[in-house]
């Protein structure tokens, strides 16, 4: 697969209004013709979206790798978790149809369900795996442990969580168990959810239906207290002359060679930038002194509400 995938979740979901259909086609098709080959959906983020990857990518379905999701009730987030067999079949059945396809190159469980067993969940995947409708099986945000039941059952090809400069959680204890297991890490949100590309200040406005009103670590107080981060990222971006965008990834491809970041945008512009930051050469000492810069702040504010932490790390 490429070296920067492309995360379509905004395109639908979570960043306010959903992009016109035609633009969303363009800019994927457009990322295609950059050079990306790994695009990453999924049911919770709405029919539309999966239907969007689908069509845009079947003009060159066998040179592309589609990711797709399952794992919650009526793939909806906010009615909590379902990894239920049964329900991973359906969702496998209706994403092939969506996304016009003959097989799901990685799907994964979106978030760990505390109510069915993992090896029922890993179960389920290899059996659709023996079957054809799906090649390679992936996890989100989970912990260790239910890495370890589930890869023992069906290798675990990759594991989706967010990672980034700003969070670094993942190294404590996810990183050197994928290493470990040779399982790929695919982070999401590996621009911070927008914060890290400089776009974003304390006066920003977003809107209503936006994820990123109810993330504490956006809030205004925050947002002005994390400034200087972003600021700091500029800094280093000028010395290489590069965007700060660029620099948070190629931060992110220096660490492992089996890390493959998904940032998503809406932008032309912004997806070309992106692409670019695979080109960017950080050394071990350009490395070392951003994490040392880094080291040297403190991030304000966690970055997910309370209700959606208890879901991650399980």
Same mark, same amino acid.
Not at 67 to 81: E, I
């Given at each position: 697969m490429s070296a920067?995938?492309?995360?379509?979740?905004?395109?639908?979901?979570?960043?306010?209004?959903? #992009?016109?259909?035609?633009?969303?086609?363009?800019?994927?098709?457009?990322?295609y013709e950059q050079g990306v080959t790994f695009f990453d959906t999924a049911e919770a983020y709405g029919i539309d979206n999966e239907e969007l990857v689908? @069509?845009?990518?079947?003009?060159?379905?066998?040179?592309?790798?589609?990711?797709? !999701?399952?794992?919650?009730?009526? $793939?909806?987030?906010?009615?909590?978790?379902?990894?239920?067999p049964d329900r991973i079949r359906a969702v496998a059945e209706e994403s092939l149809q969506r996304m016009r396809t003959d097989v799901i190159d990685l799907f994964y469980q979106h978030r760990v369900d505390p109510n069915i067993p993992m090896e029922d969940v890993a179960?389920?995947?290899?059996?659709l795996i023996a079957e054809g409708k799906v090649k390679h099986f992936g996890m989100s945000e989970a912990g260790v442990d239910s890495i370890r039941k589930a890869h023992a059952v069906q290798p675990v090809t990759a594991l989706?969580? @967010?990672?980034?400069? &700003? &969070?670094? %959680?993942?190294?404590?204890?996810?990183?050197? #168990?994928?290493? %470990?297991l040779g399982i790929g890490f695919v982070p999401f949100s590996p621009l911070g959810k927008g914060f890290l590309t400089g776009?974003?200040?304390?006066?920003? !406005?977003?809107?209503?239906?936006?994820?990123?009103?109810?993330?504490p670590r956006f809030t205004e107080e925050?947002?002005?207290?994390?400034?200087?981060?972003?600021?700091l990222l500029g800094a280093i971006a000028?010395?290489?002359?590069?965007?700060?965008?660029?620099?948070?990834?190629?931060?992110?491809?220096?660490?492992?060679?089996?890390?493959?970041?998904?940032?998503?945008?809406?932008?032309?512009?912004?997806?070309?930038?992106?692409?670019? $930051?695979?080109?960017?050469?950080?050394?071990?000492?350009?490395?070392?002194?951003?994490?040392?810069?880094?080291?040297?702040?403190?991030?304000? $504010?966690?970055?997910?509400?309370?209700h959606l932490q208890k879901l991650v790390g399980k």
């Open positions: 920067i995938g492309l995360g379509c979740m905004g395109l639908n979901f979570g960043y306010g209004p959903a #992009t016109n259909k035609a633009t969303g086609i363009k800019l994927i098709q457009a990322a689908g @069509e845009a990518l079947a003009p060159f379905r066998k040179e592309v790798l589609i990711a797709t !999701k399952f794992g919650f009730k009526n $793939g909806d987030p906010r009615q909590g978790t379902d990894s239920h179960g389920t995947v290899k059996q989706q969580s @967010e990672y980034s400069i &700003w &969070w670094r %959680e993942p190294e404590k204890e996810i990183i050197p #168990t994928l290493e %470990e776009a974003i200040n304390a006066d920003t !406005k977003f809107d209503e239906t936006d994820f990123r009103n109810v993330v925050n947002r002005k207290a994390n400034q200087k981060l972003v600021d000028a010395t290489k002359e590069a965007t700060p965008a660029q620099i948070a990834l190629g931060w992110l491809l220096a660490q492992k060679p089996w890390i493959v970041p998904i940032p998503g945008t809406t932008k032309l512009h912004r997806l070309t930038e992106n692409i670019a $930051g695979a080109a960017i050469d950080l050394s071990a000492a350009d490395v070392k002194a951003i994490d040392d810069a880094f080291a040297a702040t403190h991030v304000q $504010g966690d970055r997910y509400p309370a």
